[in-house]
């Protein structure tokens, strides 16, 4: 593929949500209550003490938001199941309304030609799990694979394409070493525990889906290039620290069978050395990677920046999303290109991509105008076509995100979708970028090139 050549017809093009930033109603028809249920209703813990009691209303506006997708032409949506809603205890007993729901979901989706992929975990652990330890208990790896055995059993008739987990780097960063996520641990022994017991998890839920499903399974990453500010060696040891933190610890297990080196740097006595079994567990030969993209890392070295002891360097003359995430396309060819290289020729999935600029809580008009989020689609568009053109087997791409929605401990301040939500009343207008999408959609990309 030619960087000026249209994309391949089987191209999957979507967009993705989660169940916790959309759905609403976390409690309805026997739900149990999530990490994220928890957290929220934590005074102070998010901002303007935004929970996703609402959100988008997902859970009863599903087949409005349906005809919006078909509208714009996508053929694939990205979603996440709530494992509390399924299983209210985290185990045991199954909440058939909550699987209904997705189930109702899934037909839904197919009728208008839209395929689903599903996220297994989006970050929404059962409560109850959490009150026996969570990601910190080994047992997940076997509460996980149950959960997921449920899932597959009752849509793996018409799901063919399963993500295990999304982001174990955010899950473990977030929720057990930085404390901006739920359940909003900061403690350095926690953090490498949890994320090896997810990777476990992962690894027993392909390991069951082996035995129960049969079309296709993978995990979901979010990777960030890492690239040194300067040319100094000490530059350079902080960029592959803060590489093998972000990027290689959770793909090398999968991939390699071994956790990187500088892992042992990094963590020093909180290190949990695994046991040959385990590495076993996680690698588990996968059908496809889903790879996050949403910014790049130019790296020092900052000791005080514990553990990783790596700093980010402001880009003079870039442009910054209101996350502050610096906008850079080419990390994206750059991050794709490095994952072929590294771990061989796996179809990739982008499963994220998108920004989150200023929009206002009533839209101006119909369609929305947000020029920035229409450029960034652009280059990260183009990006994903150079990859393609480099030899990447890229097989689709999903937009972050359909909807604004809950973007967890920043509430509903920042938003994300190509499709502007009024949270005053639920109404849904396009925006530019969602326009814009739709004629990439509609002309395999040839306006990407002014065509
Ligand atoms: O909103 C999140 C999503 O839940 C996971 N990936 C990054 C998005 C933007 O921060």
């Known amino acids: ?34 990490i994220w249920q928890r957290f929220t209703h934590s005074p102070g813990l998010t901002e303007n003490g935004d929970t996703g009691d609402v959100a988008c209303d997902h859970y009863n506006r599903w087949p409005e938001d349906i005809a919006l997708m078909a509208e714009l032409g996508l053929n694939a949506y990205r979603f996440s199941i709530s494992w509390s809603r399924i299983l209210p205890e985290g185990t045991g007993p199954v909440n058939q309304a909550g699987l209904d729901f997705y189930s109702r979901l ?26 026996r330890g969570g990601w910190l208990n080994r047992d997940i790896a076997d509460w996980f694979a149950d959960y997921a055995r449920v899932a597959y059993r009752a849509l793996d008739d018409r799901v063919r394409h399963w993500a295990t987990l ?22 350095l022994f926690e953090a490498p525990l949890a994320s090896h017991n997810i990777m476990r998890a992962h ?16 995990l979901v990453v979010n990777l960030e290039p890492k690239y040194p500010a300067d040319n100094r060696q000490q530059t350079r040891a902080a960029t592959k620290r803060a590489d093998a933190y ?59 920046a514990l553990p990783v002891r790596a700093g980010r360097v402001i880009q003079d003359g870039a442009t910054y999303t209101e996350t502050d995430w ?29 920004a989150a600029f ?13 020029p920035l989020r229409v450029d960034y689609f652009r280059q990260h568009l183009t990006a ?43 109404k849904r207008t396009f925006k530019t970028s969602a326009r814009y999408y739709a004629d990439v959609i509609r002309t395999r990309g040839a306006v990407l090139d002014g065509g």
């Open 1 to 34: 593929m030619s960087n000026q050549s249209l994309f391949p017809d089987d191209f999957c093009w979507g967009a993705a949500t989660s169940a916790y930033q959309i759905e609403g109603s976390p409690l309805a028809d026997g739900a149990g209550p999530s």
């Open 246 to 304: 972000m990027n290689r610890q959770y793909l090398d297990p999968v991939f390699l069978g071994s956790y990187p080196d500088e892992l042992r740097d990094i963590f020093g006595e909180a290190w949990p050395e695994p046991t040959a079994d385990d590495m076993a567990l996680i690698k588990q030969p996968l059908d496809f990677l889903g790879v996050n993209y949403y910014t790049r890392s130019v790296t020092i070295n900052d000791e005080d």
């Open 358 to 370: 200023f929009d206002p809580p009533v839209p101006l008009a119909d369609p929305h105008p947000d």
């Open 384 to 426: 994903v076509r150079q990859a393609m053109s480099n030899g990447v087997p890229v097989r689709g791409y999903f937009a972050w995100s359909l909807l604004d929605n809950f973007e967890w401990s920043l509430g509903f301040a920042k938003r994300f979708g190509i499709i502007h939500v009024n949270y005053g009343n639920q």
């Open 203 to 218: 690894g027993a839920a392909v390991h069951a889906y082996r035995a129960e499903g049969a079309h296709e399974i993978g």
């Open 166 to 187: 999304n982001e174990p780097w955010v899950v473990t960063d977030g929720g057990y070493l930085h404390g901006a996520l739920a359940p909003g641990h900061r403690n």
């Open 326 to 354: 610096e906008v850079y396309a080419q990390g994206l060819t750059d991050i794709l290109g490095w994952v072929t290289e590294r771990y061989g020729a796996i179809p990739l999935y982008v499963t994220e991509n998108g």
């Open 106 to 131: 899934v037909d839904g989706l197919l009728e208008r030609g839209i395929t689903p992929f599903a996220t297994l975990y989006h970050w929404d652990l059962p409560a109850a799990l959490d009150n």
